[in-house]
């Protein structure tokens, strides 16, 4: 049960040894106070050593992009011309979405039951798509904000959360009303850094706001302010469970939410040059330059 982004990794992190107390609060451009809780298994079902992993499909993609899962165990992901391809569990191709107009993919959404957002930074537009790739609604975020937006993802309720860059502000945006419900301003946050968003996902009552230079600050889900996770250097994370998770250094990094642990699993040689790790029930999607490689666990 996740979802990703997928900006290229880069540069990779190194692993982290030390994370942020539960109840920890960051002022102003400081990463959280952190702590080595002592190690304790993860309570939620733990994905199967790498050493067991099957590949069962290869998918030829140009240059995948943006990538998503959504509850059933689809496969979202785009290409290098931003067209949407969709595929089952396994691999299979369902359905492929083509834009009419050119854009950059900067974020694909589809863990809502019932629809699936497409953010374009470049054309500053969502698009919201049904379970058939088909069109069901649209807007310019120009025209409810001055400034420009970096991320963008669905709330559980169908509203949509927008990543103001210009002013550096979190707002909650009702399609429904057309109109914004709720503003964060993030300047005593971030400070005098200069950051560098890349992800932006409601998960279990929690917003997670993914800064490439500083962590992941973590707000609730009226967008307020708890503590920020020192992760650094990444360009992606994803979620299954009570997990959050990210790649680096070849290896899967699984940081418990609440229990504030951590554990590594290196990836299969198998796997080549990965960009991206989508982690699904019953499969794991590697997305490389050429492709996604599809394995059963």
Known sequence: MVLVLSCPLSTLTHAQTTVPAAASVAPASRVAPVSTPAPVAAPNAAVPSSATWALVQTIKLTQPGSASLDRRGNLYVTDRDDNIHQYGPDGQ????????????????????TTKILAFYDDR???LLLDRFMSPIGQFRTAEFIDGMVRAATLAPDDRIWLLNESDLTLRLFD??????????SLD????RTRPDFRFLRQ????????DRQSGVYVFDNLG????????LNLSAIGFRGDELYFLADGALHFFHLYNLTERTMPLPVVVGDVRQ???GE????????DGVQVFRW
Not at 94 to 109: D, R
Not at 224 to 231: A, D, G, I, M, V
């Open 175 to 184: 399609p429904t009303q057309q109109r914004l419900v709720r503003s964060t």
């Open 188 to 191: 005593l946050l971030i400070g």
């Open 93 to 112: 191709a369902l359905n492929t979405f083509s834009p009419p107009l050119p854009g950059h993919t900067a974020q694909l959404e589809a863990w809502n």
């Open 203 to 210: 998960y279990q009552n929690n917003l997670y706001l993914l």
């Open 282 to 289: 019953g499969y794991v999607y590697a997305l490389n330059p």
């Open 224 to 231: 307020t302010y708890r503590k920020k996770l020192p992760f």
């Open 277 to 279: 790790i989508l982690i």
């Open 124 to 126: 500053q537009e969502i």
